[in-house]
């Protein structure tokens, strides 16, 4: 190698330090706090499903309710309530005269006192009763 490569492989060597010197502290820290970052990132990401599953529930809830008052509920398997109102908020067996069977729940996510709707399914997955319960109305004490 002869002078001016040298020279030349010098001056390269410190723009070089010098940029990472003065970009590299930001690019570290980021760095050494991204998986908080990510995390915070995932964390939000979820809440954001959460809250868009729980309005999806609700407005299906709603719509169960109006067919019902209207006197237009016409899901008579637990397969159809299920495909058409998704899951229930819970399910368990119960006994009601004399008969063991599957009652399901449907409510809003949040509103433990709201409306309800309580379904009762036989052993072959057919309704047998369904009750709808008014709850509290907002405001109301």
């Known amino acids: 190698m002869n002078a001016p490569d040298i020279l030349r492989m010098f001056f390269v060597c410190c723009l070089v330090s010098v940029v990472c010197v003065f970009s590299g502290c930001s690019t ?9 970052l990510l995390t915070l990132k995932r964390y ?3 809440q954001d499903r959460i809250a868009e599953e729980a309005r999806e529930q609700n407005r299906l809830f709603d719509e169960m309710a109006a067919e019902i008052e209207r006197g237009e509920f016409s899901c008579r398997t637990a397969r159809q309530v299920r495909r058409r109102f998704k899951e ?4 368990r067996e119960v006994t009601r005269n004399g008969r ?3 009652q399901w ?11 309800r709707v309580y379904m009762y399914f036989d052993e ?9 319960e008014e709850g509290r109305k907002t405001g109301d004490q």
Do not use: C, W
């Not at 570290?28 to 908080?36: L, S």
């Not at 729940?105 to 409306?115: A, E, I, N, Q, T």
């Not at 072959?124 to 709808?132: A, E, H, Q, R």
């Open 100 to 102: 063991t069977l599957e």
């Open 88 to 91: 229930p908020v819970f399910a």
């Open 28 to 36: 570290v820290k980021k760095i050494q706090h991204m998986p908080r």
């Open 44 to 46: 939000s990401d979820s």
């Open 124 to 132: 072959k997955g057919s309704l047998v009763d369904l009750n709808f």
């Open 105 to 115: 729940l449907y409510r809003h996510v949040k509103d433990f006192s709201g409306d």
